[in-house]
Protein backbone atom coordinates (compact mmCIF):
# COMPACT_ATOMS: atom_id res chain seq x y z
CA UNK A 1 0.00 0.00 0.00
CA UNK A 2 1.41 3.74 -0.57
CA UNK A 3 -1.23 5.31 1.86
CA UNK A 4 -1.26 4.65 5.64
CA UNK A 5 2.23 2.21 6.74
CA UNK A 6 3.09 2.61 3.14
CA UNK A 7 4.84 -0.41 3.53
CA UNK A 8 4.30 -4.17 2.16
CA UNK A 9 5.05 -7.75 2.60
CA UNK A 10 8.09 -9.78 1.45
CA UNK A 11 9.79 -12.78 1.49
CA UNK A 12 13.89 -13.15 2.70
CA UNK A 13 14.66 -15.93 0.25
CA UNK A 14 18.12 -17.79 0.75
CA UNK A 15 19.55 -21.00 -0.03
CA UNK A 16 21.80 -24.03 1.18
CA UNK A 17 23.53 -26.29 -0.80
CA UNK A 18 26.03 -29.17 -0.36
CA UNK A 19 28.00 -31.07 -3.07
CA UNK A 20 27.17 -34.98 -3.95
CA UNK A 21 28.47 -37.03 -1.16
CA UNK A 22 28.58 -34.51 1.66
CA UNK A 23 26.98 -34.37 4.51
CA UNK A 24 27.37 -30.69 5.32
CA UNK A 25 25.51 -27.82 4.32
CA UNK A 26 26.99 -24.47 3.61
CA UNK A 27 25.14 -21.10 2.82
CA UNK A 28 24.99 -19.60 -0.75
CA UNK A 29 26.42 -16.50 -1.69
CA UNK A 30 23.87 -14.61 -4.49
CA UNK A 31 24.65 -12.25 -6.80
CA UNK A 32 25.20 -8.71 -6.06
CA UNK A 33 25.93 -5.37 -8.00
CA UNK A 34 23.88 -2.85 -7.33
CA UNK A 35 21.06 -4.25 -5.02
CA UNK A 36 18.27 -4.44 -7.72
CA UNK A 37 17.43 -7.24 -9.01
CA UNK A 38 17.67 -6.87 -12.62
CA UNK A 39 21.29 -5.25 -11.97
CA UNK A 40 22.14 -8.26 -10.04
CA UNK A 41 21.64 -10.64 -12.67
CA UNK A 42 18.41 -12.10 -11.18
CA UNK A 43 15.11 -12.10 -13.04
CA UNK A 44 12.09 -10.52 -11.32
CA UNK A 45 8.65 -11.42 -13.05
CA UNK A 46 6.05 -8.49 -13.52
CA UNK A 47 5.06 -5.97 -10.85
CA UNK A 48 8.00 -7.51 -7.96
CA UNK A 49 11.20 -6.46 -6.95
CA UNK A 50 14.53 -7.99 -5.54
CA UNK A 51 16.42 -6.16 -3.55
CA UNK A 52 19.66 -6.71 -1.53
CA UNK A 53 22.33 -5.78 0.22
CA UNK A 54 26.32 -5.99 -0.03
CA UNK A 55 26.69 -8.62 2.93
CA UNK A 56 30.11 -10.13 1.94
CA UNK A 57 31.57 -6.78 1.01
CA UNK A 58 32.64 -8.26 -2.34
CA UNK A 59 29.84 -8.39 -4.18
CA UNK A 60 27.78 -10.80 -2.26
CA UNK A 61 24.77 -10.92 -0.63
CA UNK A 62 23.10 -14.12 1.69
CA UNK A 63 19.61 -13.63 0.68
CA UNK A 64 17.08 -11.56 -1.17
CA UNK A 65 14.23 -9.82 -0.28
CA UNK A 66 10.85 -10.37 -2.84
CA UNK A 67 8.18 -8.21 -2.74
CA UNK A 68 5.45 -6.42 -4.62
CA UNK A 69 6.09 -3.59 -6.59
CA UNK A 70 2.62 -2.28 -7.27
CA UNK A 71 -0.38 -1.29 -5.09
CA UNK A 72 -2.51 -4.28 -3.96
CA UNK A 73 -3.98 -5.24 -0.55
CA UNK A 74 -6.08 -8.34 0.57
CA UNK A 75 -4.86 -10.50 -1.98
CA UNK A 76 -2.60 -13.81 -3.00
CA UNK A 77 0.54 -12.92 -4.86
CA UNK A 78 2.16 -15.56 -7.37
CA UNK A 79 5.04 -14.91 -9.15
CA UNK A 80 6.46 -17.57 -11.45
CA UNK A 81 9.43 -17.53 -13.35
CA UNK A 82 11.57 -16.19 -10.23
CA UNK A 83 15.77 -16.52 -10.82
CA UNK A 84 18.34 -15.47 -8.59
CA UNK A 85 22.00 -15.59 -10.10
CA UNK A 86 24.33 -18.04 -7.85
CA UNK A 87 28.39 -17.15 -7.18
CA UNK A 88 28.90 -20.88 -6.98
CA UNK A 89 32.46 -19.94 -7.85
CA UNK A 90 32.81 -17.76 -4.67
CA UNK A 91 31.75 -20.54 -2.55
CA UNK A 92 34.28 -22.76 -3.76
CA UNK A 93 32.32 -24.88 -6.36
CA UNK A 94 33.34 -25.70 -10.24
CA UNK A 95 30.89 -25.75 -13.28
CA UNK A 96 30.69 -29.41 -12.86
CA UNK A 97 30.04 -30.30 -9.64
CA UNK A 98 26.80 -32.34 -8.63
CA UNK A 99 25.16 -29.85 -5.56
CA UNK A 100 22.21 -30.09 -4.06
CA UNK A 101 20.25 -27.14 -3.12
CA UNK A 102 17.70 -26.04 -1.02
CA UNK A 103 16.06 -22.80 -1.26
CA UNK A 104 14.07 -21.00 2.19
CA UNK A 105 11.53 -18.66 2.57
CA UNK A 106 10.45 -16.31 5.37
CA UNK A 107 7.13 -14.07 5.66
CA UNK A 108 8.59 -10.53 6.43
CA UNK A 109 7.16 -7.06 6.37
CA UNK A 110 8.80 -3.30 5.47
CA UNK A 111 8.97 -1.16 8.20
CA UNK A 112 9.62 1.84 6.44
CA UNK A 113 12.21 4.84 8.02
CA UNK A 114 10.53 7.69 10.15
CA UNK A 115 10.04 9.18 13.34
CA UNK A 116 7.76 6.96 16.18
CA UNK A 117 7.74 6.91 19.92
CA UNK A 118 8.77 4.51 22.63
CA UNK A 119 5.76 4.51 25.81
CA UNK A 120 2.61 5.28 25.56
CA UNK A 121 2.71 7.46 28.03
CA UNK A 122 0.08 4.87 30.31
CA UNK A 123 1.09 3.18 33.43
CA UNK A 124 3.14 0.19 31.94
CA UNK A 125 6.00 -1.33 34.16
CA UNK A 126 9.06 0.07 33.25
CA UNK A 127 8.39 2.27 30.35
CA UNK A 128 9.70 4.43 29.11
CA UNK A 129 8.94 8.42 28.60
CA UNK A 130 10.39 11.75 28.44
CA UNK A 131 11.93 13.01 31.44
CA UNK A 132 10.40 14.11 34.19
CA UNK A 133 7.11 13.33 32.57
CA UNK A 134 6.00 9.79 33.02
CA UNK A 135 3.21 10.27 30.57
CA UNK A 136 4.99 11.69 27.36
CA UNK A 137 6.17 9.24 25.54
CA UNK A 138 9.48 9.69 23.94
CA UNK A 139 9.84 10.14 20.44
CA UNK A 140 13.14 8.88 18.21
CA UNK A 141 13.56 11.14 15.22
CA UNK A 142 16.98 9.41 14.18
CA UNK A 143 20.04 6.62 14.23
CA UNK A 144 21.77 9.04 16.73
CA UNK A 145 23.38 8.30 20.07
CA UNK A 146 20.49 9.04 22.66
CA UNK A 147 21.00 10.15 26.36
CA UNK A 148 19.58 7.82 29.04
CA UNK A 149 19.32 10.19 32.10
CA UNK A 150 17.19 12.38 34.35
CA UNK A 151 18.09 15.51 32.28
CA UNK A 152 14.56 17.39 31.25
CA UNK A 153 13.76 15.80 27.95
CA UNK A 154 15.89 12.59 28.22
CA UNK A 155 14.94 9.03 27.43
CA UNK A 156 14.00 7.53 31.09
CA UNK A 157 12.22 4.44 32.88
CA UNK A 158 11.36 3.75 36.03
CA UNK A 159 12.45 1.06 38.06
CA UNK A 160 9.88 -1.50 38.16
CA UNK A 161 10.21 -4.82 37.47
CA UNK A 162 13.75 -5.59 35.90
CA UNK A 163 13.88 -2.69 33.18
CA UNK A 164 17.54 -2.33 32.98
CA UNK A 165 20.09 -0.08 34.47
CA UNK A 166 18.62 3.65 33.37
CA UNK A 167 22.00 4.30 32.20
CA UNK A 168 23.62 4.92 28.72
CA UNK A 169 24.08 6.49 26.26
CA UNK A 170 22.28 3.93 23.36
CA UNK A 171 25.00 4.60 20.67
CA UNK A 172 24.80 5.46 17.57
CA UNK A 173 25.50 2.68 16.48
CA UNK A 174 22.73 0.62 18.09
CA UNK A 175 19.66 0.00 16.44
CA UNK A 176 16.54 2.18 16.98
CA UNK A 177 14.55 1.68 14.54
CA UNK A 178 14.23 4.91 13.02
CA UNK A 179 15.79 3.41 9.85
CA UNK A 180 14.27 1.30 7.66
CA UNK A 181 13.99 -2.85 8.49
CA UNK A 182 11.96 -5.61 7.44
CA UNK A 183 10.85 -7.73 10.15
CA UNK A 184 9.38 -11.45 10.36
CA UNK A 185 5.64 -11.48 9.95
CA UNK A 186 5.27 -14.06 12.67
CA UNK A 187 7.13 -15.63 15.20
CA UNK A 188 9.48 -18.77 14.46
CA UNK A 189 7.47 -21.78 13.53
CA UNK A 190 8.39 -25.29 14.30
CA UNK A 191 8.54 -25.90 10.53
CA UNK A 192 11.14 -23.59 10.41
CA UNK A 193 13.29 -24.15 12.82
CA UNK A 194 13.19 -28.09 12.05
CA UNK A 195 14.04 -26.89 8.59
CA UNK A 196 17.20 -25.35 10.21
CA UNK A 197 18.19 -28.37 12.55
CA UNK A 198 18.23 -30.70 9.52
CA UNK A 199 20.59 -28.82 7.90
CA UNK A 200 23.24 -28.89 10.78
CA UNK A 201 25.53 -31.30 11.83
CA UNK A 202 25.25 -33.82 14.35
CA UNK A 203 27.00 -31.83 17.25
CA UNK A 204 25.12 -28.65 16.04
CA UNK A 205 21.83 -30.60 16.19
CA UNK A 206 23.00 -32.00 19.79
CA UNK A 207 23.34 -28.04 20.83
CA UNK A 208 20.39 -26.88 19.58
CA UNK A 209 17.54 -29.37 21.05
CA UNK A 210 16.63 -30.01 24.81
CA UNK A 211 17.56 -34.12 24.72
CA UNK A 212 21.53 -34.78 24.75
CA UNK A 213 21.82 -36.49 21.28
CA UNK A 214 25.52 -36.93 20.81
CA UNK A 215 27.68 -38.91 18.17
CA UNK A 216 27.45 -42.33 19.91
CA UNK A 217 23.85 -42.22 20.53
CA UNK A 218 21.45 -44.76 18.95
CA UNK A 219 18.22 -44.50 20.95
CA UNK A 220 16.23 -41.68 22.27
CA UNK A 221 13.81 -41.86 25.15
CA UNK A 222 12.46 -38.23 25.50
CA UNK A 223 11.68 -37.69 21.26
CA UNK A 224 9.99 -34.42 21.69
CA UNK A 225 13.77 -32.93 21.40
CA UNK A 226 12.91 -29.39 22.68
CA UNK A 227 11.20 -29.74 25.59
CA UNK A 228 13.50 -33.57 26.20
CA UNK A 229 9.50 -35.04 27.05
CA UNK A 230 8.28 -38.64 26.19
CA UNK A 231 4.60 -36.91 25.39
CA UNK A 232 4.26 -33.40 24.04
CA UNK A 233 4.27 -30.85 25.99
CA UNK A 234 3.13 -27.15 25.58
CA UNK A 235 2.67 -28.03 21.57
CA UNK A 236 5.85 -28.41 20.70
CA UNK A 237 5.51 -31.66 18.19
CA UNK A 238 9.52 -31.35 17.41
CA UNK A 239 10.84 -34.48 17.25
CA UNK A 240 13.12 -37.63 15.76
CA UNK A 241 12.67 -41.47 15.60
CA UNK A 242 13.44 -43.09 18.42
CA UNK A 243 15.98 -45.06 16.73
CA UNK A 244 18.86 -42.80 15.21
CA UNK A 245 22.02 -43.30 13.76
CA UNK A 246 25.05 -43.27 16.08
CA UNK A 247 26.88 -40.30 13.75
CA UNK A 248 24.66 -39.21 11.38
CA UNK A 249 22.97 -35.83 11.18
CA UNK A 250 19.45 -36.86 12.67
CA UNK A 251 16.22 -35.77 10.40
CA UNK A 252 13.49 -34.10 12.89
CA UNK A 253 9.83 -33.70 12.12
CA UNK A 254 6.62 -32.30 13.01
CA UNK A 255 4.62 -34.72 15.25
CA UNK A 256 1.88 -32.68 17.19
CA UNK A 257 -0.54 -35.46 16.92
CA UNK A 258 1.87 -38.02 18.39
CA UNK A 259 1.21 -40.72 15.48
CA UNK A 260 5.05 -41.46 15.26
CA UNK A 261 4.54 -40.10 10.75
CA UNK A 262 6.06 -36.77 10.76
CA UNK A 263 5.09 -33.19 8.84
CA UNK A 264 1.11 -34.71 8.36
CA UNK A 265 -1.39 -31.60 7.45
CA UNK A 266 -2.33 -32.01 11.30
CA UNK A 267 1.34 -31.67 12.56
CA UNK A 268 1.78 -28.17 13.51
CA UNK A 269 4.47 -26.89 10.91
CA UNK A 270 2.66 -23.35 11.73
CA UNK A 271 2.58 -23.14 14.92
CA UNK A 272 4.93 -20.53 17.07
CA UNK A 273 8.37 -22.85 18.19
CA UNK A 274 8.24 -22.60 21.69
CA UNK A 275 10.78 -24.33 24.12
CA UNK A 276 13.90 -22.60 22.80
CA UNK A 277 16.79 -20.64 24.30
CA UNK A 278 18.71 -17.03 23.72
CA UNK A 279 21.44 -19.02 21.94
CA UNK A 280 19.06 -21.34 20.20
CA UNK A 281 17.21 -18.32 18.63
CA UNK A 282 20.75 -16.33 18.01
CA UNK A 283 21.86 -19.43 16.25
CA UNK A 284 18.71 -19.56 14.01
CA UNK A 285 19.14 -16.06 12.99
CA UNK A 286 23.10 -16.56 12.15
CA UNK A 287 22.11 -19.78 9.69
CA UNK A 288 19.10 -17.18 8.31
CA UNK A 289 21.03 -14.42 7.56
CA UNK A 290 19.03 -12.45 9.84
CA UNK A 291 19.59 -10.63 12.96
CA UNK A 292 17.82 -9.90 16.37
CA UNK A 293 15.09 -7.03 16.63
CA UNK A 294 16.28 -4.34 19.24
CA UNK A 295 13.59 -3.65 21.93
CA UNK A 296 13.10 0.26 19.93
CA UNK A 297 12.92 -1.44 17.11
CA UNK A 298 9.95 -3.77 18.60
CA UNK A 299 7.77 -0.80 20.04
CA UNK A 300 8.16 0.25 16.11
CA UNK A 301 7.09 -2.46 14.58
CA UNK A 302 3.68 -2.43 16.77
CA UNK A 303 2.81 1.21 16.70
CA UNK A 304 4.60 2.28 13.81
CA UNK A 305 4.32 6.04 13.50
CA UNK A 306 0.98 6.64 15.21
CA UNK A 307 0.85 8.63 18.39
CA UNK A 308 1.07 6.42 21.43
CA UNK A 309 -2.44 5.30 23.09
CA UNK A 310 -2.12 4.82 26.82
CA UNK A 311 -1.69 1.12 27.35
CA UNK A 312 -2.45 -0.50 24.03
CA UNK A 313 -1.95 -3.52 22.79
CA UNK A 314 0.10 -4.41 19.82
CA UNK A 315 -2.86 -3.99 17.38
CA UNK A 316 -3.57 0.31 18.83
CA UNK A 317 -5.99 -0.02 20.94
CA UNK A 318 -6.31 -1.15 24.93
CA UNK A 319 -9.30 -4.39 24.37
CA UNK A 320 -7.94 -7.69 24.00
CA UNK A 321 -9.96 -11.00 23.55
CA UNK A 322 -8.40 -14.17 24.68
CA UNK A 323 -8.24 -17.20 22.79
CA UNK A 324 -10.44 -19.45 25.26
CA UNK A 325 -10.02 -22.90 22.68
CA UNK A 326 -8.47 -24.40 19.52
CA UNK A 327 -10.09 -25.48 16.45
CA UNK A 328 -8.00 -27.80 13.79
CA UNK A 329 -5.65 -27.86 16.15
CA UNK A 330 -2.36 -28.35 14.30
CA UNK A 331 -3.63 -27.99 10.63
CA UNK A 332 -2.65 -24.84 8.43
CA UNK A 333 -6.45 -23.58 9.35
CA UNK A 334 -5.73 -24.24 13.22
CA UNK A 335 -7.95 -20.66 14.91
CA UNK A 336 -8.90 -20.22 18.00
CA UNK A 337 -12.17 -21.77 18.84
CA UNK A 338 -13.85 -18.16 19.87
CA UNK A 339 -14.22 -16.02 16.56
CA UNK A 340 -13.58 -13.15 18.65
CA UNK A 341 -10.06 -13.66 19.85
CA UNK A 342 -7.00 -11.78 18.57
CA UNK A 343 -4.61 -13.16 21.13
CA UNK A 344 -3.07 -15.81 22.78
CA UNK A 345 -2.70 -14.80 26.67
CA UNK A 346 -3.73 -15.70 30.27
CA UNK A 347 -3.09 -19.43 30.34
CA UNK A 348 -6.17 -20.79 29.26
CA UNK A 349 -6.78 -24.71 30.24
CA UNK A 350 -8.05 -25.00 26.54
CA UNK A 351 -4.84 -23.51 24.73
CA UNK A 352 -1.63 -24.14 27.19
CA UNK A 353 0.99 -23.11 24.34
CA UNK A 354 1.42 -21.09 21.38
CA UNK A 355 -0.96 -21.31 18.16
CA UNK A 356 -0.29 -21.03 14.95
CA UNK A 357 1.39 -17.76 13.48
CA UNK A 358 -1.89 -15.80 12.48
CA UNK A 359 -4.36 -17.61 13.58
CA UNK A 360 -6.81 -14.65 14.68
CA UNK A 361 -9.09 -12.70 13.16
CA UNK A 362 -11.85 -14.76 11.53
CA UNK A 363 -13.48 -13.18 8.36
CA UNK A 364 -12.86 -9.95 9.82
CA UNK A 365 -9.42 -8.29 8.32
CA UNK A 366 -9.01 -5.35 10.84
CA UNK A 367 -6.11 -4.67 12.58
CA UNK A 368 -7.80 -5.55 16.01
CA UNK A 369 -9.53 -8.06 15.25
CA UNK A 370 -6.76 -10.07 13.72
CA UNK A 371 -4.40 -9.06 16.62
CA UNK A 372 -1.91 -7.52 14.25
CA UNK A 373 0.48 -4.49 14.42
CA UNK A 374 0.56 -1.02 12.38
CA UNK A 375 2.12 -3.10 9.68
CA UNK A 376 0.68 -6.02 9.95
CA UNK A 377 2.74 -7.83 11.64
CA UNK A 378 1.12 -10.60 14.29
CA UNK A 379 1.31 -11.78 17.33
CA UNK A 380 3.60 -9.03 19.00
CA UNK A 381 1.51 -9.26 22.12
CA UNK A 382 0.79 -13.07 23.25
CA UNK A 383 2.03 -16.38 21.93
CA UNK A 384 5.55 -16.62 22.58
CA UNK A 385 7.80 -14.21 25.07
CA UNK A 386 9.95 -12.79 22.41
CA UNK A 387 14.12 -11.94 23.08
CA UNK A 388 14.85 -8.34 21.86
CA UNK A 389 18.24 -7.10 22.72
CA UNK A 390 17.62 -4.78 25.57
CA UNK A 391 19.01 -1.29 26.07
CA UNK A 392 18.73 -1.97 29.77
CA UNK A 393 22.74 -3.06 29.96
CA UNK A 394 26.03 -2.31 28.41
CA UNK A 395 25.75 -6.07 26.80
CA UNK A 396 22.62 -5.16 25.28
CA UNK A 397 23.76 -1.15 24.35
CA UNK A 398 26.67 -2.82 22.43
CA UNK A 399 25.03 -4.19 19.91
CA UNK A 400 25.69 -2.77 16.28
CA UNK A 401 23.19 -4.77 14.24
CA UNK A 402 25.19 -7.10 12.27
CA UNK A 403 23.27 -9.44 10.11
CA UNK A 404 24.46 -13.13 10.76
CA UNK A 405 26.67 -14.46 7.35
CA UNK A 406 24.27 -17.96 7.28
CA UNK A 407 27.18 -19.99 8.99
CA UNK A 408 27.22 -21.10 12.82
CA UNK A 409 30.14 -22.53 14.63
CA UNK A 410 31.27 -25.99 14.57
CA UNK A 411 29.48 -26.19 18.13
CA UNK A 412 26.30 -24.91 16.58
CA UNK A 413 26.34 -21.27 18.24
CA UNK A 414 25.93 -18.09 16.25
CA UNK A 415 29.30 -16.66 15.63
CA UNK A 416 27.80 -12.93 15.10
CA UNK A 417 30.06 -9.96 16.87
CA UNK A 418 28.43 -8.27 19.75
CA UNK A 419 25.18 -10.83 19.29
CA UNK A 420 23.75 -12.09 22.84
CA UNK A 421 24.91 -15.67 23.62
CA UNK A 422 24.22 -18.62 25.82
CA UNK A 423 24.53 -16.65 29.18
CA UNK A 424 21.74 -14.14 27.63
CA UNK A 425 22.93 -11.33 28.74
CA UNK A 426 21.61 -8.15 26.73
CA UNK A 427 18.70 -9.71 25.88
CA UNK A 428 15.10 -9.10 27.42
CA UNK A 429 11.58 -10.30 26.97
CA UNK A 430 8.54 -7.94 25.79
CA UNK A 431 5.14 -8.80 24.01
CA UNK A 432 3.90 -11.13 27.27
CA UNK A 433 3.00 -14.86 26.56
CA UNK A 434 0.03 -17.68 26.61
CA UNK A 435 0.01 -17.65 29.99
CA UNK A 436 0.71 -14.30 30.93
CA UNK A 437 -2.14 -11.62 32.34
CA UNK A 438 -2.80 -9.25 29.64
CA UNK A 439 -0.94 -5.94 31.02
CA UNK A 440 2.72 -7.94 30.36
CA UNK A 441 1.36 -8.36 26.79
CA UNK A 442 0.96 -4.42 25.98
CA UNK A 443 3.47 -2.57 23.60
CA UNK A 444 5.42 -0.85 25.91
CA UNK A 445 5.41 -3.33 28.83
CA UNK A 446 8.81 -3.32 30.18
CA UNK A 447 8.44 -5.28 33.46
CA UNK A 448 11.47 -7.67 31.83
CA UNK A 449 13.07 -6.17 29.13
CA UNK A 450 15.91 -6.65 30.65
CA UNK A 451 15.47 -10.17 33.05
CA UNK A 452 18.24 -12.58 31.91
CA UNK A 453 17.00 -16.25 31.79
CA UNK A 454 19.36 -18.94 29.84
CA UNK A 455 17.41 -21.69 29.65
CA UNK A 456 14.64 -23.29 27.71
CA UNK A 457 11.22 -23.31 28.44
CA UNK A 458 7.66 -23.37 27.09
CA UNK A 459 6.65 -20.00 26.68
CA UNK A 460 10.33 -18.61 25.15
CA UNK A 461 10.29 -17.90 21.51
CA UNK A 462 11.79 -14.87 18.72
CA UNK A 463 11.43 -13.97 15.46
CA UNK A 464 14.59 -11.81 13.19
CA UNK A 465 14.65 -8.69 11.56
CA UNK A 466 16.89 -7.54 8.89
CA UNK A 467 17.97 -3.75 8.11
CA UNK A 468 16.49 -2.73 5.18
CA UNK A 469 19.11 -3.00 2.20
CA1 LIG B 1 1.98 -37.08 12.72
CA1 LIG C 1 4.82 -12.82 20.84
CA1 LIG D 1 27.92 -16.71 11.59
Known sequence: VSSGPSNW??????AKWRKQGQTTWNHATLNWVDGTGSGDGHIEPANSNIASANDNGAGGSYGVFIHRSADMAQATVTYTGVQLRWKYGTDGLA????????????????????SFYVGSGGTEAGAFYTYPTTTNAYQI????????????????????????????PIPAAFPKGYNAFYCMKYEISQEQYVAFLNTLTRDQQDTRTATSLPTGTTSVTNRYVMSNTSTIANRNGIR???????????????????????????????????WTNVADLSAYLDWAALRPITELEFEKACRGTLSPVANE???????????????????????????????SYGNHASVQGPMRGGSFGQGVNTRVATGSSYYGIMELSGSNWERP????????????????????????????????????IGVGFRGGYWEHVSAVTRISDRNNAADVYSIRTNHYGHRGVRTAP
Not at 256 to 268: A, F, I, P, R, V
Not at 313 to 322: F, K
Open 141 to 168: TSEAAITVGTTSGNLYYPNTGVPGDRSG
Open 389 to 424: ITIGNNTGRNFTGLHGNGVIDAAGDANTSNWPTSNA
Open 95 to 114: DNDLVEVRVYGIEMVYVPQG
Open 313 to 343: YAWGNTSITQATGISNSGLENEVPSNGAANA
Open 9 to 14: DAVWVF
Open 240 to 274: CDATIHSSNPITFYCDLDGDGTGDESNDGQDIACN
